[in-house]
């Protein structure tokens, strides 16, 4: 499956942004997709992910901000991002498990939060 994220951009600290990925095949039968985030000089990170009977699972700095979804119908998965702030500056990546365990990604999208 290839995964096209896309919604980046640049907001203040406080404000919003919603993330998408669009996947070529179905995203239901993903066992687990999630969102991933690398800042500079940092490793890659899980923020969010879901699995394939909607098991949500959250990074401990997200919780309570940040909120995945995904719409079957539309093979998109979603990252609803509220109150930002700068330390959520970073790459945003959506990936499968199983990708991630071979070191394959895609294009990712820029978040950058200014204070």
């Known amino acids: 499956v290839q995964l096209q994220a896309s919604g980046g951009g640049l907001v203040q600290a406080g404000g919003s942004l919603r993330l998408s990925c669009a996947a070529s095949g179905y995203i239901s039968s993903i066992t687990v997709i999630g969102w991933y985030r690398q800042a500079p000089g940092k490793q890659r990170e899980l923020v969010a992910s879901i699995t394939s009977r909607g098991s949500l699972s959250y990074a401990d700095s997200v919780k309570g901000r940040f909120t995945i979804s995904r719409d079957n119908a539309k093979n998109t998965l979603y990252l609803q991002m509220n109150s930002l702030k700068p330390e959520d500056t970073a790459v945003y990546y959506c990936?499968?498990?199983?990708?991630?365990?071979?070191?394959?990604w895609g294009q990712g999208t820029q978040v950058t939060v200014s204070s």
């Open positions: 990936n499968t498990e199983s990708r991630t365990k071979i070191n394959l």
